[in-house]
């Protein structure tokens, strides 16, 4: 599975979901190429949305200018 943000720089993808949700931390959004779904986990858990909606909304977060 390819992750919204991951075509772009996951640093500064990361640093805009962190000013977006506050209560991110940097553990929740620490990214391990092959791992994927364990950092959605994270975030989807720290966030309390379901899969589909933590996808749309980073895909539309993706599509925001910085």
């Known amino acids: ?9 996951w640093e500064d993808f990361c640093e805009r979901l ?11 959004i620490q990214y ?3 791992r994927e779904d364990e950092v959605l986990n994270r975030i ?4 309390g949305k379901s899969r589909k909606e933590l996808l749309e909304l980073m895909e539309r977060m993706r599509l925001l200018p910085a």
Do not use: C, H, I, V
């Not at 599975?1 to 720089?9: I, T, Y």
């Not at 977006?20 to 553990?27: C, I, P, V």
């Not at 989807?44 to 966030?47: D, E, I, M």
């Open 18 to 28: 962190q000013w977006r949700f506050s209560k991110l931390t940097y553990e929740d």
């Open 44 to 47: 989807q858990a720290r966030l």
């Open 32 to 34: 391990q190429e092959g």
């Open 1 to 9: 599975m390819k992750m919204p943000g991951m075509d772009e720089n």
